[in-house]
């Protein structure tokens, strides 16, 4: 009797931590990631977040595409965003401080943009979470990147599984056949 009990309440404790067993994996920060990993042209694939707007506004680009770069400082990269709208290219950029594996955007006073770089098991992907805070917006963003245009489908079910951790909404995936905008400005 006592070993049936036992047995029961092992299974029970191990159902009712199984799910954030898995988040704890999929949350995880990436303890450092090497400048040369960052490096070059990601696009992204998907994302998404917990503020409506903003998530409209994900959806109104066609592609976009994000550079980072050195720069002189050794903790500081250069980040570049380019939103494709149409015929349009809207290029962005921003100094970025990244400590180990979480960033800063250096933005002014305009807002607050921190982050970290999750765990992934896709070998050429980044997923970056945001902290976005603003008189307009307070938001947690997860960003799956990727060297490539479109990931495998187990891949996107891992980014999937992502935002159940964060109880984010379904992403906005981007479409592949959608041309990347160039880095620079085309005169
Ligand atoms: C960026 O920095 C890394 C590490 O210092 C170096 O290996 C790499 O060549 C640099 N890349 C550029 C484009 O300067
Ligand atoms: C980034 O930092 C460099 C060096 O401090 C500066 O010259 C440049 O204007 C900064 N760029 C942006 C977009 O803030």
Same mark, same amino acid.
């Given at each position: ?9 092992f !299974? ?6 199984s799910?954030?067993?898995v988040?704890?994996?999929l ?10 990993h960052? +490096?070059?042209r ?18 109104q680009r066609?592609?976009i ?5 050195n720069?002189?400082?050794p903790?500081?990269?250069?980040y ?17 401080s990244v400590d ?19 765990y992934?098991s896709c070998?050429? !992907?980044l ?5 976005v ?9 997860l ?5 490539r245009?479109e990931v +495998?489908?187990?891949?996107?079910? +891992?980014?999937r599984?992502?935002l159940?951790c964060y109880?984010?909404?379904v ?9 990347? !905008? ?6």
């Amino acid at each position: 009797m006592f070993a049936v009990c036992a047995v029961a309440i092992f !299974c029970l404790v191990s159902v009712s931590h199984s799910i954030p067993l898995v988040c704890e994996k999929l949350v995880h920060p990436l303890k450092s990631l090497a400048p040369h990993h960052l +490096e070059g042209r990601w696009a992204l694939v998907a994302g998404s977040l917990n503020h409506a707007p903003s998530m409209d506004a994900l959806r109104q680009r066609d592609s976009i595409t994000m550079y980072f770069s050195n720069s002189s400082e050794p903790s500081t990269v250069s980040y570049t965003q380019i939103n494709r709208f149409g015929n349009h290219c809207q290029h962005l950029h921003y100094n970025v401080s990244v400590d180990r594996s979480s960033f800063t955007f250096d933005v002014g006073n305009r807002f607050d943009l921190t982050g970290s770089f999750l765990y992934t098991s896709c070998p050429d !992907c980044l997923v970056m979470r945001w902290v976005v805070k603003s008189s307009r917006r307070h938001s947690v963003d997860l960003y799956l990147l990727s060297r490539r245009r479109e990931v +495998e489908s187990r891949e996107m079910e +891992e980014f999937r599984a992502q935002l159940k951790c964060y109880q984010l909404p379904v992403p906005v995936v981007a479409d592949p056949t959608k041309e990347l !905008c160039p880095e620079h400005p085309q005169s």
